[in-house]
């Protein structure tokens, strides 16, 4: 069965520094993308950023870079420079086929 | 349209009603989601279209739950018999997938606003 795990329910960052929010997957499948998804407070689910399975090396967009560490099947957001618009619900998904499925989520608080 | 739209946007029921909620995706794309999510959760799967068929509908609940998409494009979720804890945010997005190899592009999910459900 596949399974998306985030760990931190909540985390702080001060404004400017970077933080990571820790993703881990699991699936026997070979084939699979991953994704990061933001939902600020007013509810939009916002795309971040894309990682497939076979792709070679870690994606990146903009200030957000995905660590991705097949082996250890973890797929850590790291973000830099946070802004306080940064603040928001942050959850990691899987897709295996069509189907996409999401993590618990992170809270992310950026403070001033 | 320029992006998924979900009617209503709020709605209120009492308990036992029947509800639809509706999705119109993003003119084009073949794969159409739905998802509930509660408050502080992340989004549950609940049922993915590719075309006018159900290509995955293991996330429903229960057989009160059923979604259509007659013409591959607008979908409706519909709800029988609503229970309280049916209250929930119900999302739906719409994809452009592309060969079902998960990694052969982005096909990333574009969702809409959501439309949030409370029955009383």
């Known amino acids: ?112 | 349209g320029a992006g998924v739209s979900q009617t209503p946007s709020n709605k209120v029921t009492e308990k036992g009603k029947y509800v639809e909620l509706r999705c119109d995706p993003i003119s084009g794309h073949t794969a159409l989601y739905w998802y509930r999510q509660s408050l502080g959760q992340g989004p549950e799967f609940l049922i993915y279209f590719q075309g006018t068929g159900a290509a995955d509908d293991s996330g429903l609940p229960n057989d009160r739950f059923f979604a259509v998409r007659p013409e591959g494009s607008v979908s409706t979720l519909k709800i029988q018999r609503t229970e309280r804890g049916d209250s929930a945010m119900y999302l739906c997005a719409s994809a452009l997938l592309s060969g079902t190899g998960a990694s052969s592009g982005a096909n990333v999910l574009t969702f809409g606003a959501g439309s949030r459900l409370t029955v009383l």
């Open chain 1, 1 to 112: 069965a596949q399974k998306i795990t985030q760990t931190q329910p909540g985390m702080f960052v001060q404004e400017k520094e970077a933080v990571t929010l820790d993703c881990t997957y699991d699936t026997s499948d070979p084939s699979y993308g991953l994704f990061w998804y933001k939902q600020p407070s007013s509810g939009e689910m916002i795309f971040l950023i894309y990682q497939g399975s076979y792709d070679q090396q870690n994606a990146t967009e903009g200030r957000y870079s995905l660590n991705f560490q097949k082996a250890r099947k973890s797929a850590n957001l790291v973000i830099s420079a946070s802004q306080l618009g940064d603040s928001a619900m942050y959850f990691c998904a899987m897709r295996v086929g069509g189907k996409l499925i999401f993590g618990q989520g992170t809270e992310l608080s950026v403070k001033p």
